[in-house]
């Protein structure tokens, strides 16, 4: 007896979350295809140190930025910046045969492997759009004849050849910021994909190998692997490991001023996050008419903002000569957490940050579902919340500002000495020499814990099994010395030293 088939029309009628990923197929390790026959391709920016620099070198930075904005991209670009903020587990190996020394060492390995840890992966992406409006007509023509009898859309050489020249000024410009191409990378699974890896944590919320698919396969259906469920002003996304919470804060009103820096207090927040932005330059001509509407405007609904006015015209008279240039941006946060209950409390941290740097932000209800695909690039259709804004200002809401790491191996004693941690809550792997030189300086004030580092470190080193000299003061190093099996040998007025003349 066969089975009767079960009737679930509303199966049928659930969206796919592939059709809103926009993404076709690879054309080659860097470039990606979109549906509409876009073309686009990331770049990962460690960023530069930023607490240690004064004024004056990151005003240089941003101005170089500010350069490289208005001579790289045209009206058919988009520019998208992403910082993934997710939480790792990290440890160094090592033995030690001094039993307090392996003591300090276990205690501090349970200290980092609470779940304490962060890491700021940072990436810039440049999406290649087609020509729009009348003058894309002709275009859009060309290639409807010559995809004509072909299931998909083929990406255009001109374009892709664009797209790689800005990509490539983009490199060179931002050489400082240890800046390099996502591309192919060969694993135990097989040959994976930077590219469609950050595309899946945009969307699964996790950065996991991406194994590149065969030139058939549809990206965009291919990369979701959790389900996605709306909420008033939450989200749930639910897989195999089990389901975790997300809020969305968007960027409703701007700062009066911009500077280096705006958005690194988002870099510090003890949450998992995603921080999106995007700038999409506009023509001259088509910016010159919004800025001379927003200025009659103005001048139509308050006689006396002679103060706004006088910036407005300066910002035409600015965009006229050449020094600056405007573009539609955007910004947003989604905001991560295990738990429901604790992501109010995560989301006003992150609303309290943005408004330390003078912005207002809101936690999205209806915008939340076209805020979140609003996130990927290539989505630009369901950004909601735009403004005009300068190459100035986009230059430093974009700071790529970073926090050293350090060095994990190849080091002159080998790996690592230890382990320490940033402001950030991010990994610094620490060494007492740069190359083959030792460098290593501690500085601080009285009773800032200057003793207590070096008693630290020089436990972490006994897994090198040196030979260690301490020069102490008031007997600061003494109980550490003797407990670690040394020789603490006092040196004071009147008493023999055993020191050669």
């Known amino acids: 007896m066969a089975k009767p088939k079960l009737s679930l029309p509303w199966a049928t009628k659930e969206a796919k979350a592939g059709d809103r990923l926009p993404y076709r197929a690879l054309v080659d390790e860097n470039v990606v295809l979109l549906r509409d026959g876009s073309v686009m391709c990331s770049l990962l920016v460690p960023g530069i ?5 004064d004024a004056d070198e990151l005003n ?22 992403h910082v993934v903020r997710r939480r790792i587990h990290v440890e160094l190996a090592g033995g030690f045969e001094d039993p307090l020394a392996a003591h300090i060492d276990a205690r501090w390995r349970e200290k980092l492997g609470s ?72 694993s135990g699974v097989g040959t994976c994909s930077e590219v469609l890896e950050l595309l899946s944590a945009l969307y699964n919320g996790e950065m996991r190998p991406v194994r590149r698919p065969e030139d058939h396969v549809d990206v965009g259906q291919m990369l979701p692997y959790r389900r996605l469920s709306f909420g008033l002003d939450a989200l749930e996304l639910k897989g195999a490991q089990g ?66 006015r006088r910036e ?11 020094s600056a240039a405007f573009g539609d941006h955007h910004l947003s946060v989604l905001v991560r957490s295990d738990r429901l209950d604790s992501l109010d409390d995560a989301v006003a941290l992150c609303a309290a940050a943005l408004a330390d740097a003078g912005a207002v932000a809101v936690r999205e209800d209806t915008n939340l579902e076209p805020g979140f695909w609003g996130q990927l690039p290539g989505n630009e259709q369901y950004l909601v919340r735009r403004s005009l804004i300068s190459s100035a200002n986009m230059a430093c809401f974009a700071s790529l500002h970073g926090f050293a790491m350090g060095q994990a191996s190849g080091n002159h004693w080998g790996e690592a000495v230890t ?44 897994k090198y099994n040196p030979r260690t000299v301490l020069f102490d003061k008031d007997r600061g190093a003494e109980v550490f010395v003797r407990a670690i099996g040394g020789t603490y040998s006092r040196i004071a007025a009147g008493h023999p030293t055993g020191f050669n003349p």
């Open 49 to 53: 140190s930023f607490e240690t620099a």
């Open 60 to 81: 240089a930075h941003t101005a170089v930025r500010e350069v490289l904005l208005r001579a790289s991209l045209d009206a058919r670009f988009v520019l998208y910046h």
């Open 115 to 186: 779940g304490a840890l962060f890491v700021n992966d940072q990436f810039v992406t440049l999406v290649r759009r087609p020509a729009r409006g009348k003058a894309g007509w002709p275009e859009r023509i060309g290639r409807l004849f010559k995809n004509r009898g072909q299931e998909a859309i083929e990406a255009e050489p001109g374009d892709v050849r664009t797209l790689r020249s800005a990509a490539s000024a983009m490199l060179a410009a931002l050489g400082a910021y240890g800046a390099r191409m996502l591309g192919d990378y060969e």
């Open 243 to 308: 389901a975790s919470f997300a809020a969305l804060v968007s960027l409703k009103d701007y700062p009066d001023s911009t500077g280096p820096g705006l958005t690194d207090a988002l870099l510090r927040l003890p949450q998992e996050l995603t921080l999106t932005e995007s700038y999409a330059p506009s023509d001259r001509q088509v910016s010159r008419e919004r800025i001379d509407l927003a200025i009659r405007r103005l001048k139509s609904a308050d006689e006396e903002a002679l103060a706004e």
């Open 312 to 322: 407005m015209t300066a910002a035409r008279d600015a965009l006229g000569t050449g």
């Open 419 to 462: 382990l320490l941690t940033t402001t950030s809550a991010t990994p610094f792997f620490f060494n007492f020499h740069a190359g083959d030189l030792g460098n290593f300086t501690v500085i601080g004030p009285s009773g800032s814990g200057k003793t207590v580092v070096m008693n630290f470190l020089a436990a972490q080193a006994q």
